[in-house]
């Protein structure tokens, strides 16, 4: 069964840090291009960061550039979204999706999803 699943969500302060990680069960992240996207309540999903099958290529949305990091390891099949600097409005639930591509957008569809993972900043 092709599945891939989110972990590391929880509350974290204002300011403070915390890494999502994606892992895949099933199929090889190696042949994948990996989204990260998040959805608030109320709001509607949006793109956080895409990284291309290799690892080279990353894109961020302009609301989390210089406080999220994406990056691979495809020797544990796992993808990570390391966020710094977390801001209450950083608050949702954080999905990971992967696509059958060697480039990364997070303006196509994907072809598979996680469940999410719920990430809280709040004092």
């Known amino acids: 069964q092709l599945q891939l699943v989110e972990s590391g969500g929880g509350l974290v302060q204002p300011g403070g840090s915390l890494r999502v990680s994606c892992a895949a069960s099933g199929f090889n992240l190696d042949y994948y291009a990996i989204g990260w996207f998040r959805q608030a309540p109320g709001k509607e999903r949006e793109g956080v960061s895409c990284i291309s099958r290799s690892g080279g290529g990353t894109n961020y949305a302009d609301s989390v550039k210089g406080r999220f990091t994406i990056f691979r390891d495809n020797a544990k099949n796992t993808v990570y979204l390391q966020m710094n600097s977390l801001k209450p409005e950083d608050t949702a639930i954080y999905y990971c999706?992967?696509?059958?591509?060697?480039?990364?957008?997070?303006?196509?569809?994907?072809?598979?999803w996680g469940q999410g993972t719920q990430v809280t900043v709040s004092s």
């Open positions: 999706a992967a696509r059958s591509s060697y480039y990364c957008s997070m303006y196509t569809s994907y072809d598979y």
